[in-house]
């Protein structure tokens, strides 16, 4: 499949993890509405689906561990931590922690924003089992896994208020995106190497997003409005990775060159960046009595300059725990 996948790494997937990190930093503070579409997660399954490998079954579930269920300990672990050591500066005494919170990952919920500790950690287990998911998924005859695509899209909305423990419902659910990584977006990858095709699919794309946008069906069955949903943000996945695509020459670039670390270290960026985000909330409040537009622009900078600044340092004391070392 061309350098679609025997490369080890695309950089203007670097750049689109990077673009799509950022997206998710911002997105958790205080921001204006055109942050507000959630592209960002689904566009984080589609591409990991990109770059799926079947190893032998015992093979593939270490790697992954590696990969995603290390770094998920490590950081639940180190924001738990946090968490005491932000409930002692507040309350100069540890009476009233919540410490049973460190066992919400055993909760069994319908949705995935329930880990007390660091909520984006959601997105690691949860792709880990949507890893294990699609990997026997794959392995059953192409018309299944484009029917089960078609079968999650359009419950989508129901999965989600399902109650179920680590994630398995979202993963039931974004696993429908990991899939359609795999068994199109190779192939789109593949075809948009050619700058031509790469210009019809962004001026397709953008057209079909932009006409959902503006001719919103509002049905009042939710298999409908999920369907529609769901088409607005592949439309929107398949014209931001051509647009990407003609980004070349990163390394002569400074803005590119930046944009490409966050997309390297997307892993310890959603790891690190909520304490972050708190201290300087905290700061903006203290100073401006609220969090605002411009207060929320703030503290993303600000959490986004001291992770360049770290990662590097946590990448060379950590890189195991941070899958730093892992092919």
């Known amino acids: 499949m061309s350098n679609v996948t025997e490369n080890k790494r695309i950089e203007y997937i670097d750049l689109l993890k990077g673009f799509a990190i950022l997206w998710i930093v911002w997105w958790h503070t205080c921001h204006p509405a055109f942050i507000d579409p959630y592209y960002h997660v689904p566009l984080f399954f589609f591409i990991s689906g990109v770059f799926f490998k079947p190893y032998p079954l015992t ?44 066992l919400d990952v055993f909760k069994c919920m319908p949705n995935g924003d329930y880990l007390w500790v660091n909520v984006p950690l959601w997105f690691l287990l949860c792709l880990f089992n949507v890893t294990i998911i699609y990997y026997f998924i794959h392995k059953l005859p192409l018309w299944f896994t484009y029917i089960y695509i078609l079968i999650v899209l359009t419950f989508f909305d129901y999965i989600e208020q399902i109650s179920t423990p680590f994630f398995i419902n979202d993963a039931i659910r974004w696993c429908a995106y990991y899939s359609l990584g795999n068994v199109l977006g190779t192939y789109y990858l593949k075809w948009i190497e050619k700058k031509g095709n790469a210009y019809f699919a962004i001026l397709l794309t953008f057209i079909t997003h932009l006409l959902i946008i503006i001719m919103p ?111």
């Open 217 to 327: 069906i509002n049905s009042s069955l939710n298999i409908v409005n999920s369907l529609v949903s769901n088409t607005k943000t592949i439309t929107f996945i398949a014209f931001i990775i051509p647009s990407f695509s003609l980004l070349k020459n990163v390394q002569n670039h400074k803005v590119l060159r930046i944009l490409n670390f966050y997309g390297k270290n997307s892993l310890s960026v959603l790891g690190f960046h909520v304490p972050i985000l708190i201290i300087f909330q905290r700061i903006v409040t203290k100073l401006w009595g609220g969090v605002n537009y411009w207060g929320g622009f703030f503290c993303f900078a600000s959490t986004i300059l001291v992770l360049y600044f770290l990662l590097p340092i946590t990448n060379k004391l950590f890189p195991n725990l941070l899958a730093s070392g892992t092919k």
């Open 59 to 102: 093979t593939f579930i270490r790697k992954k561990t590696k990969a995603l269920l290390i770094p998920f300990v490590f950081f639940y672990l180190l924001s738990y931590i946090y968490r005491i050591g932000v409930h002692i500066w507040d309350n100069k005494t540890l009476a009233g922690f919540p410490w049973l919170n460190i």
